[in-house]
């Protein structure tokens, strides 16, 4: 009898056993496909994103050499004619104004990291849980006269939405993740000040966690939007055009 | 004692067997792999996807100053006018800028705050708009490619704040007051749907805080220009070469 009951249990172990990995096995093939190990799907992936990492380089420096050369065109045949100048030179201070030039100068950097994760209470949040808070420094900037702003280098423009994708937040289209690093062009004291202010923005940052450096700096650069924005909805009114 | 050690002998050297091929299995996997999950693998897949569509958008902007060029280059063999060429980039950047008047289809969005009495006992603080709704909801509305916002006739910018100060909110250094009347011009489903989907702030505001919001689509709505602050003190372009 003794000898009965070991083998039955071995049996039902084994049993146990075989379906606990058929299932295993089962929902592996479900999740990533069948036949590719999860592994060799990864490495297939990083190799994909290199390769679009490298073309998107490629196609940034394309498009700076096509820029430079308008450049060079519009000054050099602006330069033959005071009333083409003056034309030329409001529409650099549109063209900024827009957001399609890199502009440099003056201003503040606020770098914002992720709180580390709460042993004791096992919470864990990333700033992309809080785009209220990258909203409200914007707003916060502006109303400190910022002239230019850029969030992990992407330009902060009229139609830029900050959107959370997941763990990551989307900016102009793109994906960034933390930290997350504001830069602003414009006086350094000012915008210092308005971030800085008691139960401001930094304040509210550092009682919620995060790890905080704002610094004022002499020269900060901020890229051009990378994005072709055309009207399709929203036509000039014709009285108010000349 | 043959009869019952036999079996357990067996058993054993099975059990060794399976052993030694599962810790087979697992070693020869070790140098292709540092741990992968299936989750990190959907990152990559979205970060790539992320990629492809900021290519496209390279490409997209590529394209048009290749355009641009051709055109200038005619300026050179006589078909075209400086001036003419000048004016027409003026006319696009000005009107990308907000500094001209549009009209388009769009919607219409009217904020109030709640204004029934004890709806929330102590909890006032939930039935008033802040600054950070209006944000949001702009956020939104940018989000679903919103071509010209503007809140209560305030063109707004990449350089607008939105602030609260006591009872009114500040656009573009003006004070407004409630109701808040937020126009926006761009495919009135789209936008629509970023104010009324049931996972959006929008729905959040009107359902859970019960503020008072209300969309209506327009076939004609009139934004008109922006006319805060904008000159450039502290940012330049950067120079290549410089």
């Not at chain 1, 929902?27 to 036949?35: A, C, D, L, Q, R």
């Not at chain 1, 201003?107 to 004791?120: F, K, N, R, S, T």
């Not at chain 1, 650069?221 to 009207?231: A, S, W």
Request: charged share 25%; aromatic share 6%; glycine share 6%.
């Amino acid at each position: 009898m003794k000898k009965s009951n070991g083998k039955i249990a071995i049996t039902m172990v084994s049993l146990f056993l075989g379906i606990i990995l058929a299932i295993q096995f089962k929902t592996v093939n479900k999740t990533v496909g069948e036949g590719v190990l999860p592994t060799q799907r990864a490495q297939q992936l990083a190799i994909e994103l290199k390769k679009a990492q490298e073309e998107r380089d490629a196609a940034l420096k394309a498009l700076a050499e096509v820029e430079e050369k308008i450049k060079l065109y519009e000054k050099g045949e602006a330069e033959n004619n005071v009333y083409a100048e003056n034309l030329y030179k409001d529409l650099e201070k549109y063209r900024m104004l827009a957001g399609y030039v890199d502009l440099e100068g003056p201003g503040i950097v606020l770098e914002i990291h992720d709180p580390p994760a709460d042993i004791q209470f096992g919470i864990e949040y990333s700033i992309a849980d809080d785009l209220d808070l990258i909203l409200q420094t914007i707003s916060v900037l502006n109303a400190a006269e910022a002239e230019a702003i850029s969030i992990n280098d992407q330009r902060y423009t009229a139609f830029t939405e900050i959107e959370k994708a997941g763990n990551h937040i989307e900016i102009n289209g793109v994906s960034i993740g933390a930290p997350i690093i504001i830069k602003a062009i414009g006086d350094p004291e000012t915008l210092e000040s308005a971030l800085a202010i008691k139960r401001g923005i930094v304040w509210t940052l550092e009682y919620y966690d995060y790890n905080v450096h704002l610094t004022k700096e002499k020269n900060v650069q901020v890229p051009k939007y990378r994005k072709l924005k055309e009207f399709i909805y929203a036509k000039p009114v014709e009285e108010e055009s000349n | 004692m043959n009869n019952t050690n036999k079996p357990n002998i067996i058993i054993l050297i099975f059990s060794i067997l399976l052993g030694i091929f599962m810790a087979g299995q697992f070693k020869l996997n070790i140098p292709t792999l540092t741990p992968v999950t299936l989750k990190s693998i959907q990152m990559t897949k979205n970060e790539i996807i992320a990629l492809n569509n900021e290519i496209e958008d390279l490409n997209k902007l590529l394209q048009e100053k290749e355009e641009q060029i051709n055109i200038l280059e005619k300026i050179t063999s006589g078909d075209e006018n400086i001036i003419d060429v000048l004016n027409n980039e003026l006319k696009k950047y000005k009107n990308l800028a907000g500094f001209l008047e549009v009209e388009g289809p769009g919607i219409i969005i009217m904020m109030q705050d709640n204004m029934a009495e004890g709806a929330f006992g102590e909890e006032f603080e939930l039935d008033i708009i802040h600054d950070i709704d209006v944000l949001r909801i702009i956020n939104d509305l940018r989000g679903a490619g919103a071509e010209a916002i503007s809140v209560n006739g305030q063109r707004v910018l990449a350089i607008s704040e939105i602030k609260c100060g006591g009872p009114i909110i500040r656009v573009n250094g003006k004070s407004l007051g409630a109701p808040f009347v937020i126009k926006a011009i761009g495919d009135p489903k789209l936008l629509t749907a970023a104010i009324n989907a049931p996972t959006t702030y929008g729905y959040a505001l009107k359902h859970i805080d019960q503020v008072y919001i209300e969309s209506t689509t327009k076939d004609n709505i009139k934004i008109p220009a922006y006319n805060g602050r904008f000159n450039f003190r502290y940012a330049k372009p950067i120079r290549e070469g410089d």
